[in-house]
């Protein structure tokens, strides 16, 4: 089945530093990736969407500049929170779907960022 | 807008015993509809989904769910559950047209007692 990695698995960072979070489609090309948070026994919360080559698409709410996301070609999307404070800290799990697979999305297994 | 309803925060049962995870939705036109399993710590597993066809659904681990039009409901069953499956389960819907996103519901804990 297709395989979606996400890299590191687990950082720790200072308050005020930027953290990059990597998601990678191992064997197939993703068109679309997607962003999700998740808080503890909370659902997933869509961040933004991402199609390769073109900008990417952010809920209401989530500010752009902060969360910036790259998908910079079919097999990788990238997640930097920039300057991440505690607030910050949570679950991060990417998705991500191929082209005219548009009913199915495979998940990364996440990223969990502690902002200390 | 589209939505999902899990209305049990969690769901207890002994090993050996059927269970039933509810989840309704809402969605304007056709719906394709999906369940996830996440043990502590980790990513979404698939476990199955719902496009067109039999109301039937079967999924991986014995999973197994309904779609009934009707009630708008995909209700998760298994016939006899295993304390491994003791996880959060998630229900999530998006309509058929085009490249719309996933909606997820809360998500419910299954606790499978020995």
């Known amino acids: 089945g297709a395989v979606v990695s996400q890299h590191p698995s687990r950082v720790i960072c200072k308050s005020g530093t930027s953290v990059k979070i990597e998601c990678r489609s191992l064997?197939?090309?993703?068109?679309?990736m997607f962003w999700y948070r998740q808080f503890p026994k909370q659902s997933l919360m869509l961040m933004a969407t991402s199609n390769e080559g073109s900008k990417a698409t952010y809920e209401q709410g989530v500010e752009k500049d902060k969360f910036l996301i790259n998908h910079a070609s079919l097999t990788l999307s990238t997640l930097t929170v920039t300057s991440a404070h505690p607030e910050d800290s949570s679950f991060y799990i990417c998705?991500?779907?191929?082209?005219?697979?548009?009913?199915?999305?495979?998940f990364g297994p996440g990223t969990r960022l502690t902002v200390l | 807008a589209q939505s999902v309803a899990q209305p049990e925060d969690q769901v207890n049962v002994a090993e050996g015993n059927p269970l039933t995870v509810k989840c309704t939705y809402s969605v304007s036109g056709n719906p394709y509809l999906f369940w996830y399993v996440q043990y502590p710590n980790r990513g979404l597993q698939f476990l199955l989904k719902?496009?067109?066809?039999?109301?039937l659904v079967k999924g991986s681990y014995g999973f197994e769910a309904e779609f009934n039009k009707s009630q708008t409901s995909f209700h998760l069953k298994k016939p006899s559950a295993l304390v491994s499956d003791s996880a959060l389960y998630f229900c999530a819907v998006r309509d058929s047209r085009g490249y719309s996103t996933l909606t997820f519901g809360k998500g419910t804990m299954l606790l499978v007692s020995p």
């Open positions: 998705s991500a779907r191929a082209r005219d697979s548009y009913n199915e999305q495979f």
């Open positions: 064997d197939f090309q993703a068109t679309t």
């Open positions: 719902y496009i067109t066809g039999d109301n």
